[in-house]
């Protein structure tokens, strides 16, 4: 799910791409197929507030959040259509604004990136500070998520036990012998190399920096745990972590920026109803939940998003309306 990502996270989620899994996914760089749901039946949901249209972007996590969406809110008497898999962030939030589809899940800092790339903040507390001025007057956020997926700096175990690797800072003494596998734009990017070695003094040369173009997906997964690379970026809600026993080394100083899911939502369709529904919803979404909800879509399983989601909207409770 990655064409070219235009934000911040790197493959993935601005062209709808991201790595769950073994599978690669997107990488703000690959993604779905097929029609376009945007262009089959481009009538939107009318003035009635009850009507809601759930859409997706193109990767799995998005389309098991959406589906979720669309379960809790049912169960709270709206009438919900959906038009899934529409693609990168340039493609679904201009159908937000002229009311193609009404309610989104997003990331809180890929989507202040891409409504103000000015935007400097990363900590979770200054992304959620930052993007109600984002927004603007067309679009509206409910609270997001504790769940959350973003960039990270993966090690094997042996690496971290050999050494002593908790953080990225303690990778920083072994600069000369880190080889480093990332997206290309990786080496560019303010959140990639350049903050790295700005924020914890990691320099890894272009000689010992390799591009690896599917986000973190099956190919990253495999150098790292053949020993081809030392380090890798790799989304921290991917099931291939846990499964090989990979290492994700702490960012204190907020390197990457807090991406934290978050139901964005079209302004005239805000309502107390929606945003009691939709604030239940995520109070529950928490990052092992949704690593959880990835495993089961993307790993051995390969469970339907529709049934990964029916499912855990009964676990949790969810299936009746909110009180």
Same mark, same amino acid.
């Given at each position: 799910m990655r064409t070219s990502r235009i934000l911040s996270g790197f493959t993935r989620r601005s062209v709808g791409t991201i790595a769950l899994a073994t599978v690669a996914v997107v990488s703000?760089?690959?993604?779905?197929?097929?029609?376009?749901?945007?262009?089959?039946?481009?009538?939107?949901?009318?003035?009635?507030?009850?009507?809601?249209?759930?859409?997706?972007?193109?990767?799995?996590?998005?389309?098991?959040?959406?589906?979720? !969406?669309?379960? *809790?809110?049912?169960?709270?008497?709206?009438? *919900?259509?959906?038009?899934?898999?529409?693609?990168?962030?340039?493609?679904?939030?201009?159908?937000?604004?002229?009311?193609?589809?009404? *309610?989104?899940?997003? !990331?809180?800092?890929?989507?202040?990136?891409?409504l103000d790339p000015d935007s400097t903040a990363t900590s979770a507390a200054d992304v959620d500070a930052a993007l109600p001025a984002a927004l603007g007057s067309e679009l509206t956020i409910t609270t997001p998520a504790p769940a959350e997926d973003k960039d990270a700096v993966v090690v094997t175990k042996e690496t971290a036990q050999r050494w002593n690797l908790t953080s990225i800072a303690d990778l920083a003494a072994h600069s000369n012998e880190v080889k480093f596998g990332a997206p290309a734009e990786f080496q560019e990017r303010p959140g990639g190399l350049p903050g790295l070695k700005a924020k914890y003094g990691l320099d890894i040369t272009a000689d010992n920096f390799v591009p690896i173009a599917d986000g973190g997906g099956p190919a990253t997964v495999d150098a790292l745990a053949s020993g081809q690379i030392t380090a890798a970026d790799i989304f921290t809600t991917s099931p291939a972590i846990a499964q090989n026993g990979f290492v994700v080394l702490a960012d204190p100083q907020n390197n990457f920026a807090a991406q934290n899911v978050v139901p964005v939502v079209r302004a005239t369709k805000s309502s107390d109803k929606l945003t009691r529904a939709l604030d239940a919803l995520s109070a529950k979404l928490t990052t092992e939940e949704l690593l959880a909800l990835n495993d089961s879509v993307s790993g051995d399983a390969k469970t339907e998003p529709t049934a990964a989601a029916k499912q855990w909207v009964t676990d949790q409770g969810l299936d009746k309306p909110v009180s």
């Open positions: 703000l760089a690959a993604c779905g197929g097929g029609s376009d749901p945007l262009s089959a039946g481009g009538e939107g949901s009318g003035d009635d507030p009850n009507t809601i249209i759930v859409g997706s972007a193109n990767f799995p996590e998005s389309e098991t959040v959406a589906n979720i !969406y669309t379960e *809790v809110l049912r169960a709270n008497g709206f009438d *919900v259509t959906t038009k899934f898999n529409i693609g990168s962030r340039e493609a679904y939030i201009p159908a937000l604004k002229d009311g193609s589809i009404d *309610v989104i899940p997003d !990331y809180t800092g890929n989507l202040l990136q891409y």
